[in-house]
């Protein structure tokens, strides 16, 4: 990454300067979560191999941490690789996981520079060993972050995770280490890759549609969605801008009635 492209992450133009004020003179969430799509899409249009959508992604991702900082944001997700992603071409496969660990080899000392620590979520151990080992190190170099923390998402689905607590219940209760008529529905979260974070108040779904497609459905309880026509590789900070305004201009009632 060249010293340049770190300059132009930075500058804001004059409408997005006006709206990171409008974001940050309201509610700021504390969790921003995202489903990063519409790369394929974006690389078709342009007649390009797929794989050329997942690289500008990357470029997405680099823009948008640095402004989740300059909002306050203290927590953000990543929906970078499902439990369902398996199933496209083996090559394209291999392809997002090279750009993970060039990922993580490229930008370890600014995500360090900025105080952000990064973590990965999902069924890590079934990734491949350079991956892990990339992920290892990533974490293990950022662990020290305080301005935000971004959970990347991988190999993530959140039905397994769900899974994957119950059965660690199971497993204690029979260990006789907790009471199931006293477990909470805190004690429950606390056995989910989140544990200790606060859900999201913001879902953000970029290339038009509209589901969630097995992502924090636990924590998305009541979250509030946000949908965009843009492409994940055409998001830039400005777009989450405008997604923050509005989620500040939303009335979450959380079941209940307004006060
Ligand atoms: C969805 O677009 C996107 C993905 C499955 C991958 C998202 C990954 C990245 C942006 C790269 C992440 C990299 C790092 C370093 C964390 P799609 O391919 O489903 O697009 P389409 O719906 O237009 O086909």
């Known amino acids: 990454m060249t010293e340049g492209s770190f300059q132009s992450r930075?500058?804001?133009?004059?409408?997005e300067e006006i709206w990171l004020r409008?974001?940050?003179a309201g509610s700021v969430p504390r969790h921003v979560a995202f489903i990063m799509d519409g790369n394929g899409?974006?690389?078709?249009?342009r007649g390009l191999p797929r794989t050329e959508g997942h690289r500008a992604g990357v470029?997405?991702?680099r823009a948008v941490i640095p402004a989740l900082v300059n909002l306050g944001v203290p927590f953000a997700t990543f929906y970078a690789f499902s439990t369902e992603n398996w199933k496209r071409p083996a090559e394209e496969v291999r392809f997002l996981f090279d750009l993970l660990v060039q990922y993580s080899k490229e930008d370890r000392r600014e995500l360090m520079e900025?105080?952000?620590k990064l973590r990965a979520i999902g069924q890590v151990d079934e990734l491949p060993r350079a991956v892990r080992a990339a992920i290892?190190?990533?974490e293990r170099e950022t662990s020290s972050g305080r301005n935000l923390t971004v959970n990347v998402a991988l190999n993530y689905g959140s039905r397994q995770e769900i899974l994957r607590a119950v059965k660690e219940i199971a497993r204690s209760f029979v260990g006789g280490e907790i009471d199931l008529?006293?477990?909470s529905e805190a004690q429950f979260a606390a056995y989910l890759y989140t544990a200790g974070q606060p859900d999201p108040d913001l879902i953000i779904r970029t290339s038009g549609e509209m589901r969630l497609s097995n992502f924090l459905l636990w924590q998305g309880a009541y979250s509030e969605l946000y949908f965009t026509e843009v492409l994940w590789p055409e998001f830039r900070p400005i777009h989450l801008y405008k997604a923050v305004v509005d989620y500040a201009g939303r009335r979450r009632r959380f079941g209940g009635i307004e006060a």
Do not use: F, T, Y
Request: charged residues 45%; hydrophobic residues 30%.
């Open 22 to 24: 409008r974001a940050r």
């Open 59 to 61: 470029e997405s991702l």
């Open 41 to 45: 899409r974006w690389a078709q249009k």
């Open 181 to 183: 008529e006293k477990l």
């Open 136 to 138: 290892w190190e990533l």
């Open 10 to 15: 930075d500058s804001h133009d004059g409408d």
């Open 114 to 116: 900025r105080g952000v």
